[in-house]
């Protein structure tokens, strides 16, 4: 079996040379039937990375030790519902996967795109193709997850148990594909290049492939965040890891872009400016599988370490040339267009800006996951660039980016006249200062938070204000404001999802800022039955129980809690710490209360003895906004995605 | 009459880029938390020396647990904050410390971001300028 996945690789890396030399001598000779041609062995090289990946999965389920892939990340004793977690734990097989979902991904975007895009798709093709080329070509030659080893091992090394943990079902896959997804709206983009009508298909297509890649990119992280809060036991989401930087760099160049897009569709500018974003943006996440498998920085996140890094920089390399000789070949095409930026006061002009410190963020936090390699060749000193840089650096900017966010959706397109803003404005300032005040007196009074919170209630005042008056105005013929305010969503699906997506990030932001500024730690020893009282919670250390699943030992420890204010009503949570002895590794899972207002979080520091152990309890206020982020943000996407019967104008 | 719109308009915009910029340097100036605890300001502001990446608050290893006790002890007999990061610097080198701590050659990590800042904003600036008047 294993010899087979490595021989259908090696007849997948033909085919898609072939189909990539065949989509462009097609569109270069206007040829038809090498077009054909290579249409066939781009449908079949998706089938050979199927068959490939299926078949280590085959592998992984007959543990078949004899594949040194399989053997170092699986065990007989490897609950098999954990077998995708496993195939894609470490290099060779995440690399696999990165492929599954970029060949899936193209396979979906060539068969479902319209038909008068479809025949000018053939250079897309091609250099879509080449990507796939050059994922198996590292597979093959460098990353090959079907190597037989000479001696068979009895049992393999098992799953790292950092892994097995349900996020890890959703995190690694959907981060990948989102980094995958990229390559997307990226060849579309370099495809409507050699589309001289600039017909207007281009940015529906482009619209819906970079708002794909970005929900499942940001979904991604997100639940990376969540899987960090849960499980890795530190209190904290997120820690401005290289790794996360890398992931989110590409992420906030895309929602530019999702922005600048609209720009283009509109009124025609932006064509050179959203060329140069999506392919910064793929240049980022290319950059992000360099430095996540072998780069030159350190990371929490090594499971995919190796010495594969070269390669991606080469690709990196290339790729950038690429798009800079690409852009400068159509600068004049790019660049001529009648139309211009009327006014400060534009919606052109605030989605520029929002654009500008997008990527201005990205190359921030760039600058400061570089920054330690900077250090080392110029001035010879090792540095560490961790959460307190990015924190002063890249949060500022951030919090503009949210006043923008509500500003700029209220300004009409080409100019709006000072008076009429501040008229729109003027519920919203008015509710505002009265909520200011109030957040004020209730003792928020440090400068950074304070104007957060300000800013966040103000762009929301502003987003239901305009929900308001547009359910009102189709009140007229109805007293029901339910049926009215569905009506309005979905009159304009784009916008108002845009503005769900705004309300996502919205509540991510309170949730920061509120973990961020105001969370209160205590370092304990308890031992059993003692009942410790911290702020409002009383805690209850109830036992300290000991199972064994397979090898591993789990020591849990159960903590009743109440509110002071109300002793009656009891929450049992658990923390626990699973050994495993094939790892040497111990994994901790806190204890957590969950409500809107703050989490309680118990880490389980050291078990003591069988009565006694350290802990430290931790208060992360308005942690529960963080998460609920999510669901909000899918739902926006979705809103905006599902598409329009009607078509509008 | 065209004059005077053309200077209020960019008056408004000096006003948001000041703005901007008083936001940004207030923020980039250390923040101290005078309710939080000395000891878990030291916790997130130093790295675990061994552990890729990781500040001590995220850390459990042994040397980080140990470090952790080191910066209690040291609370306890009295040192300030400075002291005590100094003395991991002089221990295990200027990268136990979380951030670049803004002296010499450290300066450009603060410095190009906010150049970088300033002049994307002035670029902005200019562009829907000549883009109005053109």
């Known amino acids: 079996m294993n010899n087979f996945g490595f021989y259908i690789m090696i007849l997948g890396l033909i085919l898609s040379l072939h189909s990539s030399l065949f989509f462009f001598l097609g569109e270069i000779k206007n040829r038809k039937e090498l077009i054909n041609s290579a249409k066939r062995s781009f449908y079949i090289v998706i089938l050979m990375v199927v068959i490939s990946s299926f078949s280590l999965i085959y592998s992984f389920l007959a543990n078949d030790f004899s594949n040194i892939y399989v053997a170092n990340h699986s065990s007989l004793d490897m609950n098999r519902a954990l077998t995708l977690v496993a195939f894609y734990s470490g290099n060779e097989g995440s690399l696999l996967y990165i492929l599954f979902i970029h060949v899936i991904l193209s396979g979906i975007m060539y068969k479902f795109s319209p038909s008068n895009i479809k025949s000018k798709l053939n250079f897309s093709c091609s250099i879509l193709t080449i990507i796939t080329s050059f994922y198996l070509f590292a597979l093959i030659f460098f990353a090959n997850p079907f190597e037989i080893s000479e001696f068979i091992p009895l049992d393999g090394k098992g799953i790292n148990p950092l892994l097995r943990h349900p996020g890890m079902y959703i995190h690694p896959p959907l981060l990948m594909s989102g980094l995958a997804s990229i390559s997307i709206p990226f060849v579309l983009c370099q495809g409507s290049l050699f589309d001289k009508t600039n017909s207007n298909n281009w940015h529906t297509i482009l619209r819906v492939w970079c708002l794909i890649s970005w929900a499942i990119l940001g979904c991604g992280l997100l639940i990376g965040a969540w899987w960090a809060y849960t499980i890795l036991g530190w209190g904290g989401y997120w820690s401005w890891d290289p790794i996360e930087n890398v992931g989110l760099m590409p992420w906030l160049v895309l929602t530019a872009l999702i922005h600048s897009i609209m720009v283009e569709e509109r009124r ?44 991606f920089l080469i690709f990196m390399i290339v790729m950038t040339f690429y798009s800079v000789i690409s852009i400068i070949f159509n600068y004049k095409n790019l660049t001529n267009n009648k139309n211009k930026i009327e006014s400060y006061l534009s919606r052109e002009a605030s989605l520029l800006l929002n654009n500008i410190l997008l990527v201005v963020t990205s190359l921030v936090i760039l600058w400061g996951v570089i920054f330690p390699v900077v250090s080392i060749i110029l001035n010879d000193t090792e540095i560490s660039v961790s959460a307190p840089y990015f924190d002063k650096t890249a949060g500022p900017i951030f919090l503009f980016i949210i006043i923008l966010m509500g500003i700029g959706p209220i300004l009409s397109w080409r100019m709006t006249t000072k008076k009429a803003t501040i008229f729109r404005l003027l ?16 003792g928020i009074k440090e400068f950074f938070p304070f104007i957060s919170f300000v800013s966040i209630f103000f762009v929301l005042t502003i987003i239901f204000r305009e929900w308001i008056g547009g359910t009102k105005s189709r009140m007229i013929n109805s007293y029901n404001p339910i049926p009215s305010f569905i009506t309005m969503i979905v009159s304009n699906r784009g916008r108002n999802g845009g503005y769900v997506v705004h309300i996502a990030i919205l509540a991510l932001a309170f949730g920061v800022v509120g973990t961020k500024f105001y969370d209160e730690r205590l370092d304990i020893n308890v031992s059993v039955s003692e009942e410790i009282e911290f702020r409002s919670y009383s805690i209850l250390f109830k036992e300290i129980k000991q199972e064994f699943i397979g090898d591993n030992s789990i020591t849990k420890a159960i903590f009743e809690i109440s509110k002071i204010t109300d002793l009656s009503k009891k929450n049992k949570i658990v923390a626990m710490h699973s050994y495993y002895p094939n790892y040497n590794q111990i994994s901790v899972r806190s204890a957590i209360l969950s409500t809107p207002v703050e989490d309680l979080y118990i880490i389980p520091k050291d078990f003591i003895d ?40 | 009459m065209f004059g005077m719109i053309y200077v209020k308009k960019l008056k408004l915009s000096y006003l948001i880029n000041i703005f901007i910029l008083t936001v940004f340097f207030s923020c980039i100036l250390p923040i101290e938390n005078s309710e939080e605890d000395l000891y878990i300001q030291l916790e997130k502001e130093i790295m675990c020396p061994v552990c890729d990446g990781q500040t001590l608050d995220q850390s459990q290893s042994l040397i980080a647990e140990d470090m952790k006790n080191t910066i209690k002890e040291k609370i306890a007999q009295g040192y300030n904050k400075e002291d005590i990061k100094s003395y991991f610097v002089t221990r295990y080198g200027e990268s136990v410390i979380a951030y670049p701590t803004i002296k010499g050659f450290n300066i450009f990590a603060y410095l190009i971001p906010i150049l970088g800042l300033i002049c994307s904003l002035f670029i902005f600036g200019f562009y829907i300028r000549k883009e109005k008047l053109g």
């Open chain 1, 427 to 442: 519920p919203s300032i008015i509710i505002t200062v009265i909520l200011g005040l109030y957040i004020y007196i209730s």
């Open chain 1, 610 to 649: 069988e009565n006694n152990m350290t802990i430290r309890i931790a208060i992360n206020p308005l942690a529960w906004w963080i998460w609920i982020s999510g669901p909000i943000l899918i739902l926006g996407t979705l809103i905006t995605l599902w598409p329009n019967k009607t078509k509008r104008n």
């Open chain 1, 268 to 311: 025609g500018i932006f064509r050179l400016w959203n060329i140069i974003l999506i392919s910064l943006t793929f240049v980022l996440a290319l950059l992000g599988t360099f430095i996540n498998r072998g780069g030159p920085v350190v990371s929490v996140h090594s499971f995919a370490a190796s010495t594969l890094g070269f390669l």
